[in-house]
């Protein structure tokens, strides 16, 4: 929603104020899609040719974001850490063994299958899965565990937030495309030069719609989208961190409970379930579940 207000009062405050101030909009309207299409082709052509195939996919993918925000809500993660709970205490209480079936078959899981939403996020259960296949390897060292789990974590937020680079990349190349554009605008003009001032004007006009538009793009839009996008992965990033502080905790010896609070502690505060709010979804899980 703020981004749509954001929009709106980006192109009011600047068109308005320059109609305003007493500029007339022939120009800009007559000049706009030959310098769009100059601009903007060569910005989605850099794009192209800067950005594997992969990259390009995600970022077409992705950028719905800017408007619907992170995938994960607060039920989410609340069933995030009923997930982690249940796992780590059918770990504390029957051991290893009883937990081998869950990790290896997570689709026919009874834990697993409790949570749909994060069933369908593949590197979340195959985070889980691996970290605690790990542990039934007796790589018990919490400090291992925790550096495997964090070049994990790195890598995969590094992949995931490549559409936000690319983004911004093509933000910061957009000024000077527009001055690509504005240079082959006066070049016609120089090719003109014996034509009436009127006519000369027009054509300096229809130029610098080319700089205007190649820097209005790049910070009213396309940087703007960019960070929101980096934001979103930032936050959605946050997820997967709860899973290593909670298993990670776990490895030290922390009952299921504490170890779950302690995850709790880095749900985004928006998201963050109260300690009773969290108790009561635990109580909640049956007992023959695991």
Same mark, same amino acid.
């Given at each position: 929603?703020? *981004?749509?207000?954001?929009?709106?009062?980006?192109?009011?405050?600047?068109?308005?104020?320059?109609?305003?101030?007493?500029?007339?909009?022939?120009? /800009?309207?007559?000049?706009?899609?030959? =310098?769009?299409?100059?601009?903007?082709?060569?910005?989605?052509?850099?794009?192209?040719?800067?950005?594997?195939?992969?990259?390009?996919?995600?970022?077409?993918?992705?950028?719905?974001?800017?408007?619907?925000?992170?995938?994960?809500?607060?039920?989410?993660?609340?069933?995030?850490?009923?997930?982690?709970?249940?796992?780590?205490?059918?770990?504390?209480?029957?051991?290893?063994?009883?937990? =081998?079936?869950?990790?290896?078959?997570?689709?026919?899981?009874?834990?697993?299958? @409790?949570?749909? @939403? /994060?069933?369908?996020?593949?590197?979340?259960?195959?985070?889980?899965?691996?970290?605690? @296949?790990?542990?039934?390897?007796?790589? =018990?060292?919490?400090? *291992?565990?925790?550096?495997?789990?964090?070049?994990?974590?790195?890598?995969?937020?590094?992949?995931?937030?490549?559409?936000?680079?690319?983004?911004?990349?093509?933000?910061?190349?957009?000024?000077?495309?527009?001055?690509?554009?504005?240079?082959?605008?006066?070049?016609?003009?120089?090719?003109? /030069?014996?034509?009436?001032?009127?006519?000369?004007?027009?054509?300096?006009?229809?130029?610098?719609?080319?700089?205007?538009?190649?820097?209005?793009?790049?910070?009213?839009?396309?940087?703007?989208?960019?960070?929101?996008?980096?934001?979103?992965?930032?936050?959605?990033?946050?997820?997967?961190? /709860?899973?290593?502080?909670?298993?990670?905790?776990?490895?030290?010896?922390?009952?299921?409970?504490?170890?779950?609070?302690?995850?709790?502690?880095?749900?985004?505060?928006?998201? *963050?379930?109260?300690?009773?709010?969290?108790?009561?979804?635990?109580? *909640?899980?049956?007992? =023959?579940?695991?």
């Amino acid at each position: 929603m703020f *981004q749509i207000i954001g929009i709106i009062v980006v192109f009011v405050m600047v068109f308005g104020g320059f109609s305003l101030a007493g500029g007339h909009f022939d120009v /800009i309207l007559k000049a706009m899609p030959f =310098e769009m299409m100059m601009i903007g082709g060569a910005a989605v052509g850099a794009f192209l040719i800067g950005n594997k195939p992969k990259t390009v996919m995600k970022t077409l993918g992705d950028f719905a974001k800017i408007f619907t925000g992170p995938k994960w809500k607060a039920q989410d993660y609340t069933d995030l850490l009923s997930l982690l709970f249940l796992l780590t205490k059918t770990m504390k209480t029957k051991g290893v063994i009883a937990l =081998e079936s869950h990790i290896e078959n997570p689709k026919d899981s009874a834990i697993f299958t @409790r949570y749909p @939403r /994060i069933m369908k996020d593949h590197f979340a259960v195959d985070f889980i899965c691996d970290t605690l @296949r790990m542990m039934t390897m007796n790589l =018990e060292d919490p400090h *291992q565990v925790e550096d495997a789990m964090e070049k994990q974590l790195e890598k995969h937020h590094h992949e995931a937030a490549d559409p936000a680079h690319a983004m911004q990349t093509m933000a910061d190349g957009l000024p000077a495309l527009g001055i690509v554009a504005a240079v082959l605008g006066v070049i016609k003009t120089m090719g003109a /030069i014996e034509s009436p001032p009127a006519i000369l004007g027009g054509y300096i006009g229809g130029a610098l719609v080319g700089t205007f538009l190649g820097v209005f793009i790049a910070y009213g839009f396309v940087g703007p989208f960019a960070a929101y996008m980096q934001a979103v992965y930032d936050e959605e990033h946050s997820f997967y961190k /709860i899973i290593q502080d909670v298993l990670v905790a776990h490895l030290h010896g922390n009952a299921a409970q504490i170890s779950v609070e302690i995850g709790r502690g880095g749900v985004p505060s928006k998201m *963050q379930p109260s300690f009773a709010e969290l108790e009561t979804a635990l109580d *909640q899980i049956p007992s =023959e579940v695991g």
